[in-house]
């Protein structure tokens, strides 16, 4: 069992910045691809960004490449996600999960064993 507990979300102008932590507790964290998603209300969760367990290989939704960076530091069992020239498009609840994939990513949600309860992000324009 992995719990993910999620945390930075606020409300922040356009064009600002903010950095989301996922802290995870339980089975070794660097055998996980940790991913994060996003739901705006009305829409469907989607993907926003996912690493693998090496922190080697990281993969970004089309909508927040160049803004956004992934990161992990898996001696503190973290995953982070760094998020600048944030656009009011991208006011949604976040959410961390993990997989057990080891080398491997997808954003496929279906596909996440553990989730986070997520952290809200405004941005007003």
């Known amino acids: 069992q992995v719990h993910l507990v999620e945390s930075g979300g606020g409300l922040v102008q356009a064009g600002g910045s903010l950095r989301l932590s996922c802290a995870a507790s339980g089975r070794t964290f660097s055998l996980y691809t940790m991913g994060w998603f996003r739901q705006a209300p009305g829409k469907e969760r989607e993907f926003v960004a996912a690493?693998?367990?090496?922190?080697?290989?990281?993969n970004y939704a089309d909508s927040v490449k160049g803004r956004f960076t992934i990161s992990r530091d898996n001696a503190k069992s973290t995953v982070y996600l760094q998020m600048n020239g944030l656009k009011p498009e991208d006011t949604a609840e976040y959410y961390c999960?993990?997989?057990?994939?080891?080398?491997?990513?997808?954003?496929?949600?279906?596909?996440?064993?553990?989730w986070g309860q997520g952290t809200q992000v405004t941005v007003s324009s």
């Open positions: 690493i693998i367990g090496t922190g080697r290989t990281t």
């Open positions: 999960a993990a997989e057990l994939a080891g080398s491997s990513w997808s954003a496929d949600a279906s596909r996440y064993d553990y």
